[in-house]
């Protein structure tokens, strides 16, 4: 899948994350802001990475506001983002 | 000799010493020396500005001042004076408050321009915390529980030149105390506990009211023999900040749970018995508590003989029923523990000395059978930070946690077990204000874990059912949720040394590193 549009999936409520995808220059480019820089930035960073390898991405501009969101939840809205971003509804729900 | 009496004796006596003679003189060599009589309507210690009390106190660059945090985040007094002391051009003084919270922001100019030159607090919360995490002073600030500076005040080891203290009622003489029987108490805070060992022990004290009340002001915290000057300004504070209306019980279904497991602990500790003791901190959680200890005392028919600490209105309610006969109160949380202190016979003020103080002949803490309180961070070791943020940012107080973990019979930590995505429970906490040695029991909602050194406890919890943990555990129940945090990075400049009671080092806090 391609990214089509700048797409967006999460809130700005505790515990949750705001992801925001755009087309990027080659690779996966993160910024990120988060209130667990310290403790967690480099598990949000990677968990970020990992979901949109895993979902084929490249070329990825990611802007995340985190509020303490759990890997899950990061996984979850990168997910969603990266569907929209791209125009899809074929989800695998499976993996 | 000869005194102005005409009695003849000799000048010296072998095992006395020199001898004086009578000189019909009050105060010999000072402004006050004309007469014996008292003169009439003595109003001399009433001084007409607060620059002309600072003058006659004698305060000089690089001295000590002092001041009390009754008013917490409604004060007004600790600004005032520093804006006063930098008018008149004081430099490098040092400013031991009892605590500094959000209202005192203001300090980091006068901290800029060389007014205060080093800070001792319980603790710093707000922009000035912030800023002295990230290296606003050259000297490191000295935080000290509220026993320990209780107890420095009095050996002289924290020399206080000048204490400015507010108070909500004072009379002419300099009896001044956090509430009054005689008229206006809007700006009442309750007990002044904090402030009674500066009184004592100052140099000079300056008392700052709004609220000049008929002699005498009975009951006085600060007795007139402690005060040096009266200055009557117009607002000591902002009575919103000062006491708020009662604390509401917390309705949060996850600290109602901890509170009810850390009711269930207190019963079946052994120390819930007829005459037993208690103290509660602050946060949900921890006020919570004292609700359902109530409901155990009724079933099984007990009374507590005394509560301690910073008193708050659920305390009250107890009290007001019969079911705890005493309050020694240092600090009041709520209108309705203010209202109290003012009302009831047997709901005393201590100083913070008299509830507190780490000395060898002992404080009113070592009388304590039970103690909860809460936690930013506690470690596997169970040593409790209160002080610094998961970030390493300094953000809270020491109050009296190490004192009352130390003195009680049993001290209960009551905390979350992740609050977002941070867990409470560590490898080793961030800052060490209480050491593990003192602390026997972690509540949290997800299950209770006793100190392994209290063997005592795990069997007679064990006995009653109650289901323990290992603190690893519930560490590892925390991390299987959240993920093990990275830990925080420091530079190497120290911007806090956190002194245990007895003054000595128990940690450093170190400049954040931010990228």
Redesign the interface.
């Known amino acids: 899948m391609e990214i089509k549009k700048t797409a967006s999936a999460g809130t700005l409520e505790s515990s949750d994350i705001m992801v925001t995808l755009e087309k990027g220059a080659k690779g996966i480019e993160i910024d990120l802001t988060s209130t667990v820089e310290k403790q967690y930035g480099k598990q949000i960073r990677k968990v970020i990475t990992e979901t949109l390898e895993s979902l084929g991405a490249d070329g990825v501009k990611v802007v995340a506001n985190d509020r303490g969101a759990l890997d899950c939840t990061i996984k979850a809205r990168v997910c969603a983002a990266f569907y929209r971003a791209a125009e899809s509804t074929d989800y695998k729900w499976g993996e | 000799m000869k005194n102005i009496l005409g009695v003849e004796f000799p000048d010296h006596i072998d095992g006395i010493g020199d001898l004086k003679a009578f000189d019909g003189k009050r105060h010999t060599g000072t402004p006050f020396e004309e007469g014996l009589k008292a003169p009439q309507g003595r109003t001399n210690k009433m001084v007409e500005s607060l620059e002309k009390a600072i003058e006659l106190s004698g305060l000089k660059d690089g001295m000590t001042i002092s001041f009390h945090h009754h008013f917490r985040n409604g004060d007004y007094i600790v600004n005032l004076v520093v804006d006063t002391l930098a008018k008149m051009g004081y430099k490098d003084l040092v400013l031991a408050a009892s605590s500094l919270t959000d209202c005192h922001a203001p300090l980091i100019e006068h901290i800029k321009n060389g007014v205060i030159k080093r800070i001792e607090t319980s603790g710093l919360r707000g922009e000035l915390a912030n800023e002295v995490s990230n290296g606003l002073m050259d000297i490191p600030v000295i935080f000290r529980s509220h026993g320990g500076r209780a107890r420095a005040v009095a050996t002289g080891e924290l020399h206080i030149d000048v204490a400015f203290l507010g108070a909500p009622s004072c009379d002419c003489a300099g009896n001044a105390n956090g509430f009054n029987r005689d008229g206006d108490t809007s700006y009442d805070c309750g007990s002044l506990g904090y402030a009674m060992p500066d009184a004592q022990f100052a140099d000079k004290t300056i008392i700052l009211t709004n609220h000049i009340v008929p002699y005498p002001n009975t009951p006085a915290a600060i007795p007139e023999v402690h005060v040096d000057y009266i200055v009557t300004i117009d607002e000591i504070g902002n009575p919103k900040g000062i006491a708020s209306g009662a604390t509401r019980f917390t309705t949060n279904p996850r600290e109602l749970k901890i509170a009810q497991t850390a009711a269930k602990v207190m019963e079946n500790s052994g120390y819930f018995e007829d005459g037993f003791s208690f103290q509660t901190g602050t946060g949900g959680a921890s006020l919570a508590v004292t609700r359902f200890l109530e409901e155990k005392m009724v079933a099984k028919g007990i009374k507590a003989n005394f509560a301690l600490g910073g008193i708050t209105g659920a305390m009250v309610k107890l009290h007001e029923k019969g079911l705890i006969k005493k309050l020694l109160d240092v600090q009041d949380f709520d209108l309705d523990a203010v209202r109290s202190v003012r009302e009831n016979p047997f709901h005393c003020v201590v100083s913070g000395h008299h509830y507190a103080g780490p000395g060898t002949e002992g404080s009113a803490v070592d009388q304590l059978d039970m103690v909860v309180l809460s936690a930013l961070e506690i470690d596997t070791d169970f040593n409790v930070n209160v002080l610094t943020g998961?970030?390493?940012v300094i953000r809270g107080a020491i109050g009296g946690h190490p004192d009352t973990a130390s003195g009680a019979k049993m001290t209960i930590i009551v905390a979350p077990l992740i609050r977002?995505?941070?867990p409470t429970i560590l490898d080793r906490v961030n800052t060490i204000v209480t050491p593990g040695s003192t602390v026997d029991v972690l509540v949290t909602e997800y299950g209770v874990a006793v100190n392994p050194a209290r063997t005592d406890l795990i069997e007679r919890l064990t006995a009653a059912g109650i289901e323990l943990k290992t603190i690893k555990e519930l560490q590892a129940m925390a991390e299987a949720?959240?993920?093990k945090?990275?830990p925080?990075?420091y530079e190497d400049k120290i911007v806090g040394l956190v002194y245990y009671r007895d003054s000595k080092v128990i940690d450093v806090i170190r400049k954040v590193k931010n990228n």
């Open positions: 998961s970030d390493g977002g995505r941070i949720i959240v993920g945090p990275d925080i990075e």
